[in-house]
């Protein structure tokens, strides 16, 4: 192999390599963005069911964001509905509200966060998501504990049941003994009914 043959191969190689580099470079920027967006948030393990529900997350990302939203659930077995979270102005800091009812016992959640160019990042998971659990207002909680106070019967209450069901048996006795003995005709015998009701009732 002649020596001017390996000089030119490898000057071919060179020229190859560069103009492969140039190629590389017009079709993939100098700068990639790989990196994806940073979420802070802190999650309350629990609020007060019937208020409204503020969600907020710290987000920021070395070129852009380009959107946040929340996921979130009543329960395992219901689907996510996506709320996108608002920027505050001049802050970093992304929230929104959610309404609750009374019978609302959670809410299952996850925020998942984009930058421009096009890299996601998730806080929590839809298989694995934060909750908060939903409590009972005070008021709700008090009334609760003091309606079984109410129902309770006292001791006076069950004596009155006592003596009126004694003169129901009374009043029966007498009924039979004046028809002409304790086994009358069953056509003599006359049916008799009494309603005792709670006076709390």
């Known amino acids: 192999m002649s020596r001017r043959f390996v000089i030119a191969v490898s000057v071919s190689l060179l020229l190859l390599n560069q103009?492969?580099?140039?190629?590389?470079?017009?079709?993939?920027?100098?700068?990639?963005?790989?990196?994806?967006?940073?979420?802070?948030?802190?999650s309350l393990e629990n609020g007060v069911a019937g208020e409204l529900q503020l969600f907020s997350a710290l987000v920021v990302d070395d070129r852009g964001i380009e959107y946040v939203d929340l996921y979130h659930r009543e329960s395992p077995n219901s689907e996510y509905d996506k709320s996108p979270m608002e920027a505050v102005a001049g802050t970093s800091n992304f929230a929104v509200t959610l309404d609750t009812d009374l019978n609302q016992k959670k809410i299952e959640y996850y925020i998942e966060a984009a930058d421009t160019g096009g890299n996601r990042v998730l806080k929590g998971f839809p298989f694995y998501p934060l909750v908060r659990n939903l409590d009972l207002p005070e008021s709700v909680t008090a009334t609760a504990e003091n309606a079984p106070v109410a129902a309770n019967d006292t001791s006076d209450n069950k004596w009155l049941y006592v003596v009126l069901g004694a003169l129901a048996v009374g009043f029966l006795?007498?009924?039979?003994?004046?028809?002409?003995?304790?086994?009358?005709?069953?056509?003599?015998?006359v049916p008799l009914t009494i309603n005792i009701s709670s006076p709390l009732d």
């Not at 190629?23 to 920027?29: M, R, T």
């Not at 700068?31 to 802190?42: G, Y």
């Not at 003994?177 to 069953?186: A, F, I, K, R, T």
């Open 19 to 42: 103009i492969l580099f140039v190629v590389a470079q017009a079709q993939f920027p100098s700068e990639l963005d790989i990196d994806p967006p940073v979420i802070d948030h802190e």
């Open 173 to 189: 006795a007498s009924s039979i003994s004046s028809d002409g003995g304790s086994d009358p005709e069953p056509a003599d015998q």
